[in-house]
């Protein structure tokens, strides 16, 4: 295999080998790889469902195996419309976040592959929260380091984005219903790595001892910081048969917007979460 790192704090773009092929040393190889860089991209790949769902189980047991990430319906019309809630749910991805930091356990990371993608537009953008937090200033690492604070998904897209009542969605609604909320703290240690993550995300809308209105403005105060350097900051233009593996206890992701009259179409297999590492507080 050939290796290319990104000019970047984070990732790697990974040729000459085909996933489906691996063996059980390459695997641990590629393991590796994944908690150096955050981040691995593996262009031409052409997985299908199966091959995808077998790979994603080399990180850990599956929060579940296989989502479609799609404007596209069974029967290839485009669903474009703003009151559907699929393209909600499509609007709310592309606002940064970590996944499953609204489920009482935190995913460990994600494969999504491209099976359709538009002409332009519909990039994923990652952002290294190792060199996040490492580049705050000594009074907001202090300001931050006892505080956590509560991710809802309820709030982030049914309150934001006006998802209907789920019982009469056709979007499955997944950790609408979470109660509590989990709580988890702004700054969390990575299992595996020892190194400390920025953990924030566009679920936060409460931290105890602030207002609502002061919480979410702290949220997005680090985001900004998050993002506002180049170096830590990487968005992908997908090509058909791309496959990605991401750690998302390091790194926070967002979609990018496309024509939504073009059909974009990616599957999701999504990486449990330690059960004691990735628990919100309050379930522990
Ligand atoms: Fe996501």
Same mark, same amino acid.
């Not at 002409?119 to 990039?123: K, R």
């Not at 060199?131 to 009074?139: R, T």
């Not at 931290?207 to 949220?219: N, V, W």
């Not at 058909?240 to 593996?245: F, L, Q, R, S, T």
């Given at each position: 295999m050939?290796i ?5 704090t984070?990732?790697?773009?990974i040729?000459?080998?085909?996933i489906?092929?691996l063996e059980a040393?390459?695997?641990k190889?590629?393991?590796d ?6 981040l ?9 469902n199966?091959?995808q ?11 579940f ?5 799609s404007? /596209?319906?069974g029967?290839g ?8 809630d ?12 970590h ?9 460990k $990371? ?7 993608v538009p ?5 994923t953008?990652? /952002?290294?929260?190792r ?9 907001m ?5 006892g505080?956590s604070a509560?991710?809802s998904?309820?709030w982030s ?7 209907k009542?789920?019982?009469v969605?056709?979007f499955n609604?997944y $950790?609408?219903?979470?109660?509590p909320?989990?709580?988890?703290? +702004?700054?969390k240690?990575h299992a ?8 924030i995300g566009?679920h936060?809308?409460k ?13 997005r105060? +680090?985001e900004?910081f ?6 830590? /900051?990487?968005?992908?233009?997908w090509t058909? $048969?791309?496959? /990605?593996?991401w750690d ?11 024509d939504?009259?073009e059909?974009?179409?990616?599957y999701h297999?999504?990486?449990? $979460? ?10 522990l």
């Open positions: 050939r290319e790192p990104l000019n970047k984070f990732g790697a773009k040729y000459e080998l085909s489906p092929l040393e390459e695997l190889a590629i393991y790889l994944w908690l150096q860089y955050c691995l991209i593996f262009p031409n790949q052409n997985l299908t199966e091959e769902i077998k790979f994603a189980k080399n990180f850990g047991n599956l929060e195996d296989l989502s479609p990430i404007n /596209v319906r029967d019309s485009i669903r474009d419309a703003n009151d559907d699929i393209v909600k749910s499509l609007r709310g991805n592309m606002e940064w976040h996944d499953s930091t609204y489920m009482p356990i935190q995913a $990371g994600a494969v999504f592959t491209a099976h359709l002409s332009s537009g519909g990039e953008g990652w /952002v290294d929260m060199s996040a937090y490492n580049d705050l200033s000594p009074s690492k202090e300001k931050i380091s505080l509560y991710h998904y309820e897209q049914k309150e934001r984005f006006g998802h009542d789920p019982k969605s056709e609604s $950790g609408f219903d979470i109660d909320k989990p709580l988890r703290p +702004l700054v240690t595996e790595t020892g190194e400390k993550c920025l953990t566009r936060i809308n931290i105890p001892g602030m207002s609502d209105i002061e919480a979410q403005m702290l949220a105060e +680090l900004e998050a993002c506002s350097s180049e170096e830590r /900051v990487f968005h992908h233009k058909e $048969g791309d496959a /990605v593996i998302n206890r390091c790194l926070m992701h967002q979609a990018c917007m496309w939504l009259s059909g974009r179409i990616m297999s999504r990486i449990e $979460g330690d059960p004691i590492e990735e628990a919100a507080s309050n379930y």
